[in-house]
């Protein structure tokens, strides 16, 4: 069965790093595109970066574009989001997601898996 594993969150210092990891398995990836997105207490859940797995193509929220990238290794199956400059406003649960649907690749709903999230907590 298909599983999306997130790892590396935890609790930073505002101008401080972190480096997310989502491991895949149980189907290939070559056709989705893999999506980090976000969720805050009382907010909606938030797109944050999408990366297509073939092209290695990525597309980032205004939010983040300059401060986090996504990335993928293809021979470990896995999909980080590396996070620099982190501000408290960066605090939320991050879920990994896969999405055939181009085009809405932005729309949480579009996502067919997900993992079970991280948390991030930036500290002022």
């Known amino acids: 069965q298909v599983q999306l594993v997130e790892s590396g969150g935890g609790l930073v210092q505002a101008g401080g790093s972190l480096r997310l990891s989502c491991a895949a398995s149980?189907?290939?990836?070559?056709?989705?595109?893999m999506g980090w997105f976000r969720k805050a207490p009382g907010t909606e859940r938030e797109f944050v970066a999408t990366?297509?797995?073939?092209?290695?193509?990525?597309y980032y929220a205004d939010s983040v574009k300059g401060r986090f990238t996504i990335s993928r290794d293809n021979a470990k199956n896995t999909v980080y989001l590396e996070m620099n400059s982190l501000k408290p406003e960066d605090t939320a649960v991050y879920y990994c997601?896969?999405?055939?649907?181009?085009?809405?690749?932005?729309?949480?709903?579009?996502?067919?898996?997900w993992g079970q999230g991280t948390q991030v907590t930036v500290s002022s």
């Open positions: 997601g896969a999405t055939r649907s181009v085009g809405l690749i932005r729309l949480g709903r579009a996502y067919d898996y």
């Open positions: 149980g189907r290939t990836f070559s056709s989705y595109y």
């Open positions: 990366i297509r797995w073939s092209t290695g193509n990525t």
